[in-house]
């Protein structure tokens, strides 16, 4: 379940089943419409009857999370930054657990015992490519240093945004 017509879903579809909600951005947490996405995301629930939800925290990961309170499904969340964020920090108490990507990330949880460390997803390729053909490829001059800055969650769009 993710942001309908998103990246995301466009990598999504056609390998596994995309369940889309008509969220644009972060900031239509101030419009109805992201209010009426938690009703879809309980109708979404109600047709797939999951037996457990993995969600990673973001705006577009809350009315999936409330919908699963309110139809009691269980649900773990990922966090993947050092520092929680506020999705995590906000509906912790109501998860399973939370599987964390570092070792420090443990101090911010009370319960210890629902606190898993797992790391975040690496696709292996990426650690096996050759540096040379990868810029060749991206049409970066292969004799010159190269540094990739790139981030995600809380201040994302600042660094990423291309604009």
Same mark, same amino acid.
């Given at each position: 379940?993710?942001?309908?017509?998103?990246?995301?879903?466009?990598?999504?579809?056609?390998?596994?089943? %995309?369940?889309?909600?008509?969220?644009?951005?972060?900031?239509? =947490?101030? +419009? &109805?419409? /992201?209010?009426? #996405?938690?009703?879809? *995301?309980?109708?979404?629930?109600?047709?797939?009857?999951?037996?457990?939800?993995?969600?990673?925290?973001?705006?577009?990961?809350?009315?999936?999370?409330?919908?699963?309170?309110?139809?009691?499904?269980?649900? %773990?969340?990922?966090?993947?930054?050092?520092?929680?964020?506020? =999705?995590? +920090? &906000?509906? /912790?108490?109501? #998860?399973?657990?939370? *599987?964390?990507?570092?070792?420090?990330?443990?101090?911010?949880?009370?319960?210890?015992?629902?606190?898993?460390?797992?790391?975040?997803?690496?696709?292996?390729?990426?650690?096996?490519?050759?540096?040379?053909?990868?810029?060749?490829?991206?049409?970066?001059?292969?004799?010159?240093?190269?540094? &990739?800055?790139?981030?995600? #969650?809380?201040?994302?769009?600042?660094?990423?945004?291309?604009?």
């Amino acid at each position: 379940m993710g942001r309908k017509d998103s990246f995301e879903e466009g990598l999504i579809r056609g390998k596994y089943d %995309f369940y889309g909600l008509n969220i644009s951005r972060s900031s239509d =947490v101030k +419009k &109805l419409s /992201y209010y009426l #996405s938690i009703s879809d *995301a309980i109708k979404i629930l109600n047709e797939v009857k999951p037996d457990i939800l993995v969600v990673f925290g973001s705006y577009i990961t809350v009315p999936v999370i409330i919908a699963s309170i309110v139809k009691k499904y269980p649900f %773990f969340l990922h966090e993947q930054n050092v520092v929680p964020g506020r =999705v995590t +920090k &906000l509906f /912790y108490k109501f #998860s399973e657990g939370v *599987a964390i990507s570092f070792t420090e990330t443990r101090e911010y949880f009370r319960d210890k015992n629902k606190v898993y460390l797992t790391g975040n997803f690496v696709k292996t390729e990426l650690l096996t490519m050759d540096k040379a053909s990868c810029k060749k490829e991206l049409g970066f001059d292969e004799n010159r240093k190269l540094l &990739l800055i790139t981030g995600g #969650s809380q201040g994302a769009m600042k660094i990423n945004y291309e604009g």
